[in-house]
């Protein structure tokens, strides 16, 4: 009676805490197989969905002090087996090319957040190029994980800004030639749509026959899976949500959706999440809120301990309905049918 009471007493509107409690649901980390980290906030894009606020105008970049410090947890900690590098565009930290190859001796699966474009624009500051990136992929085994919208230009455009679409495509044919999207290859080429509004995801298995079939018809692209996101009610796309008076519709039909059984695989129970100052969270969306993980002291790479990451208590916020609704999402894309 004490506990219902209490849990009375502490409702508040779109409490996901509240959710978990009512379909007995207690979601305590499963282990630490991935280690997320974000290099840099800067981006040669500007996203309006964007829940990370990244632009050719952000300067945060992760050190290389800071880079060797992960690289030391990844050796100490074998049971760490995903390095999962993303920003911004990742590959726009001067240490990057670093990163990657000492990752790769160490026997780490690398997977990189790839925006595409960044392979043609090159450093928006710099203007330094980074064709060479595709056969840097390929020597390393690097997981490639691109976002694309669509398979039709307006509504790639749309959401991520003219010319993205072709530059897309031409990047995606570039990976193809090396290897990625190859069934006779271990090159991994993913892509990740996400709604163009305030939409859930479609159904994953037929989004990835539709993507597979239109991209390889009209542009003869190939690619191995297709991940539907959510897109979170935070930063700028929370802000377009507000600006349009439909926020609340935006998170009643999260809420609505909740799933039981995505909820149990949310990706915060088997991944860590690294910001670019070193500083540890529960997921990537956590960190963009600045819920850092505590233990007596704020958790960092300098800090880190295995012992106390496993047996935290995960830091939940009205957001994370973004990551059970329908049949829920993670960076690897739906998590139950």
């Given at each position: ?54 632009s ?24 760490i ?41 090159g ?6 190029s ?12 690097v ?6 919208p669509?398979?039709q ?86 802000e377009?949500?507000?600006?349009l ?21 949310v990706?915060c ?22 819920l ?46």
């Amino acid at each position: 009676m004490k506990t219902e009471a209490l849990h009375v007493l502490n409702f508040k509107k779109y409490d996901f805490e509240q959710k978990l409690y009512e379909n007995n649901l207690d979601l305590p980390p499963l282990n630490i197989e991935t280690l997320q980290v974000n290099v840099t906030l800067k981006c040669n894009q500007a996203c309006l969905h964007c829940h990370v606020d990244s632009s050719p105008k952000r300067t945060e970049q992760m050190s290389k002090e800071t880079i060797d410090k992960c690289l030391e947890i990844l050796v100490k900690h074998p049971q760490i087996i995903n390095l999962d590098l993303t920003g911004g565009a990742p590959e726009l930290n001067p240490n990057f090319d670093y990163f990657v190859t000492e990752a790769k001796k160490l026997g780490k699966h690398i997977l990189v957040r790839h925006n595409l474009t960044v392979t043609i624009d090159g450093d928006p500051t710099t203007k330094e190029s980074k064709f060479y990136l595709p056969k840097f992929y390929a020597d390393n085994n690097v997981e490639v994980i691109s976002s694309l919208p669509y398979y039709q230009e307006y509504f790639t455009d749309k959401q991520r800004g003219k010319g993205v679409f072709q530059k897309s495509i031409e990047s995606l044919k570039m990976l193809n030639d090396v290897g990625y999207g190859n069934e006779n290859t271990e090159l991994k080429l993913d892509l990740v749509y996400n709604p163009v509004g305030a939409f859930l995801p479609a159904c994953q298995q037929d989004l990835e026959k539709d993507f597979k079939k239109e991209l390889w018809e009209k542009y003869q692209i190939k690619f191995n899976n297709l991940y539907t996101i959510t897109n979170m009610p935070i930063h700028r796309f929370k802000e377009q949500l507000e600006r349009l008076g439909t926020y609340d519709e935006y998170m009643e039909k999260l809420v609505n959706a909740f799933n039981p059984s995505a909820a149990k695989g949310v990706m915060c129970r088997s991944l860590l999440s690294v910001s670019y100052d070193g500083k540890i969270f529960d997921c990537d969306f956590n960190q963009m809120l600045n819920l850092q993980i505590y233990d007596n002291e704020p958790l960092t790479v300098f800090n880190f301990s295995y012992e106390k990451l496993q047996k935290r208590k995960i830091i939940f916020d009205s957001h994370c309905f973004g990551c059970t609704a329908g049949a829920g999402s993670s960076c690897g894309g739906a998590i139950s049918e």
